[in-house]
Nanobody, 115 residues
């Protein structure tokens, strides 16, 4: 079965950093473009960052450019999201998925940014 397990979230201060991890199983990970999404209360889930399956080309939502870095380790079937200079507006539940969002959603991991 397909399983996506996010981890690494928590409560951090404004300007702080977190690194999220997503362990994927049940999919041909190395040939699958992956992404991080996030959802805040009252808002739709939005694409934050993506990374291709080939050369690792990355794309970012404008609001996180220069602050977040997406990466992958195909040997570990894991996608990472390094988040720096965190802002209150980054507060959300963060999910990983295929870049097209076609896989079943995991439980996500909560990121809360506060002073």
């Amino acid at each position: 079965q397909v399983q996506l397990v996010e981890s690494g979230g928590g409560l951090v201060q404004i300007g702080g950093s977190l690194t999220l991890s997503c362990a994927a199983s049940g999919i041909p990970f190395s040939i699958t473009a992956m992404a991080w999404y996030r959802q805040s209360p009252g808002k739709q889930r939005e694409l934050v960052a993506s990374i291709s399956n080939g050369f690792g080309i990355t794309n970012y939502q404008d609001s996180v450019k220069g602050r977040f870095t997406i990466s992958r380790d195909n040997a570990k079937n894991t996608v990472y999201l390094q988040m720096n200079s965190l802002k209150p507006e980054d507060t959300a539940v963060y999910y990983c998925n295929r870049r097209d969002g076609a896989l079943p959603w995991g439980q996500g991991t909560q990121v809360t940014v506060s002073s």
